[in-house]
């Protein structure tokens, strides 16, 4: 079990909630296809926990590594970009038509595309251990959170569905700006 605490194990203790968050996230993704929201968004929260603790265990116990850097990101891509983007198409736009369809979808995608942009330009400036005090630009988890908001927004009737493919726009670009942050 000494793999568990060493940084050059790519199945260090950090490394493994890592692996729980993606895994909370492929089921997540299974779940929205089964129009199982809440099982979905439930295991998308599980997997945040895990993406919050992944990081601090790495920090405490120095087992930050590159595996892990990237690892984290593919996760943070799968659990924060692709699930919320999902959740969102199927629950809100699986019932929008013609060019309104097209519309929603095409955000949907920029959002994607920008996530993944976020997350690159996160690895090539990620230095191992190495924390800053603010992020520039939203983080996906964050984003994650705002659009799992305007989800709810939706479902209680409050934000139509034109409404939905605005903010998933906004916060899109939020990803990428020049917001600051704080890190907690």
Known sequence: MQFLWKSTSHFNLANLFTMVNITCGLLATYFITQNNFFVAIILAWIGGAFDIFDGKIARRYSLSNEFGIQLDSFA????????PVFLIFQAVYSSMEGVILI???????????AGLRRLIHFNLNAEEGKVEKFFTGVPTPLGAILLWLVYLGNIYGILPGVAVIVLMGLIGWLLNSNVKVPHP
């Open 76 to 83: 943070d891509f799968l659990s924060f970009v692709l699930v």
């Open 103 to 113: 519309v929603a979808a095409l955000f949907s995608i920029s959002y994607v595309i």
